[in-house]
């Protein structure tokens, strides 16, 4: 008898040790939770009413390079790059344009890359719609830091500079750019007529992987209110789709977004 009572208290004390280890954990990870959240998102207010949103990204792929030398036999590489163009599509889900929903300051800060390519070198730069999905580089336009946008409410603006309608009108248009990827680099197969596009990549024997990258930013919209929010974008670099791959030439896509602009 004495021995039974002797195991029920082991196996009490044992269960209760499980739902105690078990009580810490779920706790802990709540807690851990709790905290996140304050130090990630302290502007969040889920019952707040929806001012500013992205409900659309769209992104080409494609890559190009600088050529040093062309012969008959060979042609060298001096600057292979992958580029990458986005374009955020800030609207308002109400329904006309107030002092509310409209625009009088927008910025891009905190530019981070959450995961980095093992080759190239990685460059943000502000781009004009006008110059979406050619591969042009404007040194001037490169991102060091901050980038803030002219808001303006001309019927005519000029786009090629870091400028938006107050009234939503025009998506952010921005350029990710992997420089040098291989430089100096001689290709001797002339069989075939070079073409400055994605295939480039597959001909310069470049893995997928060791171009891929993650980035992320925050875009600040302060509106006519004098009311600030923010929203932060994270981008995965497309370097292929269901259907083909970059090696093909380029890829366009279309990404339906729920992004939330959170009072702070």
Do not use: W
Request: proline share 3%; glycine share 2%.
């Amino acid at each position: 008898m004495n021995r039974k009572k002797t195991i029920l208290t082991i196996i009490t004390i044992l269960l209760l040790l499980i739902v105690f280890c078990l009580t810490y954990i779920v706790s802990k990870k709540y807690i851990l939770k709790n905290e996140f959240e304050k130090s990630i998102l302290p502007f969040a207010d889920k019952n707040q009413t929806t001012i500013f949103e992205i409900k659309k990204i769209m992104l080409f792929s494609s890559s190009d390079a600088k050529n040093k030398n062309i012969s008959a036999n060979n042609y060298t590489i001096e600057n292979l790059y992958q580029y990458t163009d986005i374009a955020l599509f800030i609207s308002t889900p109400l329904e006309e344009k107030n002092l509310e929903n409209t625009f009088k300051k927008v910025s891009i800060e905190n530019i981070n890359y959450t995961t980095k390519p093992t080759l190239g070198e990685p460059k943000l730069y502000f781009k004009s719609i006008n110059d979406f999905s050619k591969s042009d580089i404007t040194d001037e336009n490169i991102i060091t830091d901050k980038l803030e946008f002219n808001i303006t409410s001309e019927n005519e603006a000029n786009l090629n500079t870091p400028t938006l309608y107050n009234n939503l009108a025009n998506p952010i248009t921005l350029s990710y750019i992997n420089h040098n990827i291989k430089s100096d680099y001689t290709l001797t197969d002339t069989s075939t007529p070079i073409t400055y596009d994605g295939s480039l990549l597959k001909k310069c024997n470049i893995l997928l992987n060791d171009i891929s990258c993650s980035l992320s930013f925050d875009i600040f919209v302060t509106n006519n209110l004098d009311k600030n929010f923010k929203c932060t974008v994270f981008i995965d670099i497309p370097l292929e789709d269901s259907n083909k791959t970059i090696y093909d030439g380029n890829i366009l896509l279309k990404k339906d977004t729920n992004l939330k602009f959170y009072q702070y």
